[in-house]
């Protein structure tokens, strides 16, 4: 079974830009998760989709958003980034709750200049 | 909201030697999960154990067991025989058992183990 695939691994953008990444779930799984790592603020949620429905939204501002789509698939999109959106975003899928464990892709490193 | 510490920013061990790992959390719900993930540098995080809260007793992975004292809000990894392999970040997270809460996930801070030869 694949695991959770995340793209690009790597991404460099300039400031201003936006960006959109991409994080395809283990088959079957129809909740997607979005993280942010970085080295001052740790792990922090973004959001959770769940059937093509946001569920939950963590506190940052409106420049992050994201979809999913019917086959579970999901982006994320950064627009106007900022040199502190320089992180490591993971996504994670999991299959309806409850008693479910959340598998966690190999991230994107986005790097903002 | 919800609140995970980890007080402990790195850790070491010996090989073959057992290391104990802490965690704190805040909450005022009764039922939620609470979880031990490990990051090596590949960067994937991988689920090492997990424990709901109406359990009272602690879970067990091979190697890896878990104290949980529900009362304090703790929730301690204890890692025995370590290998080398299992030096990476280790991150404790939580998560609420509440309707609308979803599959979110709140993580402390982390802690670097180091296992040494």
């Known amino acids: 079974k694949a695991g959770v695939t995340q793209t690009p691994r790597y991404l460099i953008k300039t400031r201003g830009q936006q960006v959109t990444l991409s994080c395809s779930p283990i088959s079957g799984h129809r909740s997607v998760s979005w993280y942010q790592q970085t080295p001052g603020q740790g792990l922090q949620f973004l959001f959770e989709?769940?059937?093509?429905?946001?569920?939950n939204k963590g506190n940052f501002p409106g420049r992050f958003s994201g979809r999913q789509f019917s086959n579970s698939r999901s982006e994320m999109n950064v627009s106007t980034l900022e040199l502190g959106d320089s992180a490591l975003y993971l996504c994670a899928s999991s299959l309806s709750r409850p008693n479910t464990e959340a598998f966690f892709g190999q991230g994107t490193r986005l790097t903002v200049v | 909201a919800q609140t995970v510490t980890q007080s402990q920013p790195e850790m070491s061990v010996q090989e073959a030697e057992t290391v104990t790992l802490s965690c704190t959390y805040d909450t005022s719900e009764s039922d939620y999960y609470l979880f031990w993930y490990k990051q090596p540098p590949s960067r994937q995080m991988i689920l090492v154990i997990r424990q709901e809260a109406y359990k009272q007793q602690n879970a067990t992975e091979n190697r890896f067991s878990v104290n949980f004292q529900k009362a304090a809000k703790s929730f301690s990894l204890k890692i025995s025989d370590s290998q080398l392999g299992d030096a990476a970040m280790y991150f404790c997270?939580?998560?609420?058992?509440?309707?609308?809460?979803?599959?979110?996930?709140?993580f402390g801070g982390g802690t670097r183990l180091m296992v040494k030869p």
């Open positions: 997270a939580y998560r609420s058992q509440a309707y609308n809460a979803g599959n979110m996930l709140t």
């Open positions: 989709y769940f059937s093509e429905t946001q569920r």
